[in-house]
Nanobody
Framework: QVQLAESGGGLVQTGGSLTLSCVSS????????MNWYHQAPGKEREFVAS???????EYTDSVKDRFTVFRDGTKKTLYLQMNSLKPEDTSVYYC?????????WGQGTQVTVSS
């Protein structure tokens, strides 16, 4: 059974930092890739960052100079280091993982950035 559990969200001032974690119930290298998405109230869920099994990393343009995605296989955890946070980063952040045939989502963690 695959489960993903996000944590690390909270309230932070503009310019501050947070690190989000996504703990998997299975070896994360069983996944073809893992991703972070976010969804703000009234908006669709949007791609933020990804890392595939070979280590290729992608970011959406709005975060590419501020966020870093990385993983720890021993801890079965995907991370998103978020620096220089802005109010527009305020969203629920979701972890996604998939193989070629299955996709899994976590329940999300709230990030709120105050002005």
């Amino acid at each position: 059974q695959v489960q993903l559990a996000e944590s690390g969200g909270g309230l932070v001032q503009t310019g501050g930092s947070l690190t989000l974690s996504c703990v998997s119930s299975v070896n994360i290298f069983e996944f073809n890739n893992m991703n972070w998405y976010h969804q703000a109230p009234g908006k669709e869920r949007e791609f933020v960052a990804s890392i595939n099994v070979g280590g290729r990393i992608e970011y959406t343009d709005s975060v590419k100079d501020r966020f870093t995605v990385f993983r720890d296989g021993t801890k079965k955890t995907l991370y998103l280091q978020m620096n220089s946070l802005k109010p527009e980063d305020t969203s629920v952040y979701y972890c996604r993982a998939h193989t070629l045939s299955m996709t899994y989502w976590g329940q999300g963690t709230q990030v709120t950035v105050s002005s």
